[in-house]
């Protein structure tokens, strides 16, 4: 489908007067009405919940946001559940699943009162000894494997090889740890499993929900304890490159629920409430990178420089990920050139488009980064001295708002302690 910006080259110069470039700015609108549409999607389930995944987009004006469309947030640091706690956001509002959990990040979490997801069979021990077994607690599951979706009715396959990943533990730790957990006092159970991310098929998530609901049934009879909640996690993803199908939230939700009526109603499961924590699809679509082209080049091949790089944006370095750019003002010019659009670190891969086809680009034109309002900002770095951006959010009054200011050399600077070079710090 085609990709349009939500916001005008109009809309971008305004807010270039108040915050220079490069910034990423935020939809409110586009984010409110996705979070709507996910809630709706899951209302037949009674205690159905999103749970953001704070890692993909860590600013509390956001998360705000997400709160007051009754979300949660899913943590997996002692500074995510800082950043919680700051914003008011505490017990079970928060999901903690973290993975080589430091001692400290377990006490926070349970402190606050989260729920907390254990990602290992060991963590049972180690949770008993740094704070001790809260009443209700998760378990991550990983069926090891390769875990495949093929091409079914939305003709997308689905590939992810969970017997390579970290994270989770096998089934027969799952039913020990439950075990373990309730002699220790636990009294509800959730279950959580992570099998493949940016999925754009509507078969990924009632895929994993049937795994998890008999994984469920099998753990209820085998160790009789109460199973309160089946998370999600992650992984329903965006349509990034315009021909990339885009999930149909609706269908998605409808798929769960058949599922959930065939597995878990018959075992008189019905009250097993469902949770999610989404981060890239509940908000990288409704952010976007805007930078400034500031040099042109022409050697080998053509490239335009902007003011942005792999700094504020490293998807494209680090995973050769697509963005979508749009030259604004521009939408409906002949995309008649083919550039390579580069960041300015000393790094070949800071490379935000290869061989792109975009209309004739100038110096000054403002550059609209698709979707990267989730794992954008907050992968940020501060290779080659390179600060990190301001964050703005477009208000649905259509009015503009600095949520983060961008980074000085003073922040750079900050884990110095300059006493000893007395002249730098007299400047
Ligand atoms: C990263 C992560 C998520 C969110 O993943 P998305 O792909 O952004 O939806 C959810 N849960 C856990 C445990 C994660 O690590």
């Known amino acids: 489908m085609e990709k349009r910006p939500f916001i005008s080259l109009e809309q971008a110069q305004d807010i270039i007067q108040d915050i220079p470039t490069p910034f990423h700015v935020y939809d409110e609108k586009g984010i409110r009405e996705n979070a709507r549409a996910l809630k709706k999607a899951f209302s037949w389930n009674k205690g159905f919940k999103e749970y953001f995944a704070v890692k993909a987009t860590p600013n509390p004006y956001l998360m705000k946001i997400l709160q007051e469309e009754g979300c949660g947030m899913d943590c997996s640091s002692l500074t995510e559940l800082q950043l919680c706690e700051a914003c008011g956001i505490t017990g079970s509002e928060i999901m903690f699943s ?87 006092g636990a009294e509800e159970f959730g279950i959580h499993a992570f099998l493949a991310s940016n999925t754009v098929s509507n078969a990924y998530y009632p895929e994993l929900a049937g795994i998890l609901f008999n994984l469920a049934v099998r753990l209820h009879q085998k160790t009789g304890v109460h199973i309160k909640f089946v998370n999600l996690s992650g992984g329903i993803g ?108 000393c790094e070949n891969n800071d490379k935000f488009a290869i061989d792109r086809m975009l209309p004739k680009i100038e110096i000054g034109d403002i550059i609209y980064i698709h979707d990267a309002g989730a794992h954008g900002f907050s992968m940020g770095y501060n290779y080659n001295g390179k600060l990190r951006s301001a964050e703005v959010l477009l208000c649905e009054d259509g009015s503009h708002k600095l949520i983060r200011r961008a980074e000085t050399p003073q922040d750079y600077f900050a884990t110095f302690d300059f006493s000893e070079f007395k002249s730098l710090t007299e400047q």
């Open 238 to 345: 965006v349509d990034y490159r315009p021909e990339d199908p885009k999930n149909d939230i609706s269908i998605i939700g409808e798929g769960v629920r058949k599922k959930f009526e065939e597995i878990l109603v018959p075992q008189g499961m019905g009250d097993v409430e469902i949770y999610t924590e989404l981060g890239r699809y509940m908000l990288a679509p409704f952010g976007a990178l805007v930078t400034t082209a500031i040099h042109e080049k022409h050697i080998y091949k053509e490239y335009i420089g902007v003011d942005a790089c792999a700094a504020n944006l490293m998807r494209p370095a680090m995973y050769g990920s697509y963005h979508h750019i749009t030259v604004l003002g521009k939408e409906n010019a002949p995309c008649d050139h083919k550039y390579d659009v580069t960041g300015g670190l």
């Open 98 to 184: 973290s993975n080589v959990t430091p001692v400290e990040d377990m006490q926070k979490a349970y402190e606050l009162g989260a729920n907390i997801n254990l990602d290992d069979y060991t963590h049972v021990e180690f949770i008993k000894k740094v704070c001790g077994v809260p009443k209700i607690i998760c378990c991550r599951y990983n069926p090891g494997g390769v875990f495949e979706l093929s091409a079914s009715e939305d003709g997308v396959q689905v590939m992810d090889t969970p017997g390579d990943s970290k994270y989770g533990m096998t089934k027969e730790q799952m039913v020990q740890a439950f075990l373990e957990l309730k002699e220790a």
